[in-house]
């Protein structure tokens, strides 16, 4: 640990398995970015309860990350505290009306044992590929055909927010909105799910579903390429995606080093090798500028930044 970490902080970071200087890049789809100055990896709410007061306590700042997939990291890296509570392995349970998962959970790994115990209604988490609390942080979902998201099934979500404190926030009582949630920017890292799953299938049904929906994926989207997803969206009140709009101003191909727009769908920046941050950012910021000038529209950014405010939001 750190030379300059009070005595207690390095105790308390050593007995939770908190680690230093780890780089963040592999941990997401861009492979971009600097190391975190310390990281704990775990599913584990006691762990990262006890690293975050350690941390707070210590005068460090604490940011959050999930799997990753929609997340550009600083070049530089994130000082202080990065949590993730990413565990391929993190628990699921089965409740009548509803399943309990931890925020660690991959949502396609979720939707696919929903779908083995005949629970409807969810399987378009299976297109979706970050963990089940950076859905909830970015409301996740589908705009393609009817508009799915995840705001409408949330039961509770238990929280840890700062001092290491624990508390169950019920779904009714928070305001979301496309792609928006109150969990972006703040302090809390969200650590446990609540979904409700009234209706019931076939799993043979539903599993055919999941398959569909995958298969539509990979037509439209270049997958298998170093990249976060969606970029942007604009505003649904449009009604035209983001994707139209960076068409229409010839997106496609454009790049800056290493980063370059992808040449099979408008939205998505591929890292082509040896992208920094500040390509992407470059890129981005020629794209929003093009679409701002023919068409007055201001595109809002999918990718969240680390760091990003204090107690950065939990990234998806």
């Given at each position: 640990?750190?030379?300059?970490?009070?005595?207690?902080?390095?105790?308390?970071?050593?007995?939770?398995?908190?680690?230093?200087?780890?780089?963040?890049?592999?941990?997401?789809?861009?492979?971009?970015?600097?190391p975190?100055?310390?990281?704990?990896?775990?599913?584990n709410?006691?762990?990262?309860?006890?690293?975050?007061?350690?941390?707070?306590?210590?005068?460090?700042?604490?940011?959050?990350?999930?799997?990753?997939?929609?997340?550009?990291?600083?070049d530089?890296?994130?000082?202080?505290?990065?949590?993730?509570?990413?565990?391929?392995?993190?628990?699921?349970?089965?409740?009548?009306?509803?399943?309990?998962?931890?925020?660690?959970?991959?949502?396609?790994?979720?939707?696919?044992?929903?779908?083995?115990?005949?629970?409807?209604?969810?399987?378009?988490?299976?297109?979706?590929?970050?963990?089940?609390?950076?859905g909830?942080?970015?409301?996740?979902?589908?705009?393609?055909?009817?508009?799915?998201?995840?705001?409408?099934?949330?039961?509770?979500?238990?929280?840890?927010?700062p001092?290491?404190?624990?508390r169950?926030?019920?779904?009714?009582?928070?305001?979301?909105?496309y792609?928006?949630?109150?969990?972006?920017?703040?302090?809390?890292?969200i650590?446990?799910v609540?979904?409700?799953?009234?209706?019931?299938?076939?799993?043979?049904?539903?599993?055919?579903?999941?398959?569909?929906?995958?298969?539509?994926?990979?037509?439209?989207?270049?997958?298998?390429?170093?990249?976060?997803?969606?970029?942007?969206?604009a505003?649904?009140?449009?009604?035209?995606?983001?994707?139209?709009?960076?068409?229409?101003?010839?997106?496609?191909?454009?790049?800056?080093?290493?980063?370059?727009?992808s040449?099979a769908?408008?939205?998505?920046?591929?890292?082509?090798?040896?992208?920094?941050?500040?390509?992407?950012?470059?890129?981005?910021?020629?794209?929003?500028?093009?679409?701002?000038?023919?068409?007055?529209?201001?595109?809002?950014?999918?990718?969240?930044?680390?760091?990003?405010?204090?107690?950065?939001?939990?990234?998806?």
């Amino acid at each position: 640990m750190s030379a300059t970490l009070p005595a207690h902080a390095a105790r308390a970071f050593e007995a939770n398995g908190v680690r230093a200087q780890v780089p963040l890049g592999p941990l997401t789809t861009w492979q971009i970015g600097g190391p975190a100055e310390f990281l704990l990896r775990t599913a584990n709410i006691e762990r990262l309860a006890a690293a975050r007061l350690a941390a707070e306590e210590a005068g460090l700042r604490v940011s959050f990350l999930g799997r990753g997939s929609n997340t550009l990291v600083a070049d530089a890296g994130v000082s202080g505290l990065v949590l993730c509570p990413v565990d391929r392995d993190a628990p699921i349970r089965f409740e009548p009306g509803r399943v309990i998962a931890s925020a660690g959970v991959l949502m396609p790994a979720l939707a696919r044992q929903l779908a083995d115990h005949g629970l409807a209604g969810l399987e378009f988490l299976s297109a979706i590929p970050g963990t089940l609390g950076g859905g909830v942080v970015m409301n996740a979902g589908l705009s393609s055909a009817a508009r799915r998201e995840l705001a409408p099934h949330l039961e509770w979500v238990i929280v840890l927010g700062p001092g290491g404190v624990l508390r169950r926030v019920e779904g009714a009582s928070l305001a979301f909105d496309y792609r928006t949630s109150p969990f972006q920017g703040g302090g809390d890292l969200i650590v446990e799910v609540a979904l409700r799953t009234p209706e019931r299938a076939e799993p043979q049904a539903l599993l055919a579903a999941i398959a569909a929906l995958q298969a539509e994926r990979r037509k439209r989207q270049p997958l298998g390429t170093r990249t976060a997803g969606s970029t942007f969206f604009a505003p649904p009140s449009l009604g035209k995606a983001a994707g139209w709009y960076l068409d229409q101003v010839g997106a496609k191909g454009l790049r800056v080093g290493g980063a370059q727009v992808s040449t099979a769908h408008a939205n998505w920046i591929e890292n082509t090798g040896g992208a920094t941050a500040a390509d992407v950012e470059s890129v981005m910021d020629t794209l929003e500028r093009r679409v701002r000038d023919q068409f007055g529209v201001e595109l809002r950014r999918e990718v969240r930044r680390l760091p990003g405010p204090q107690h950065a939001g939990h990234a998806h």
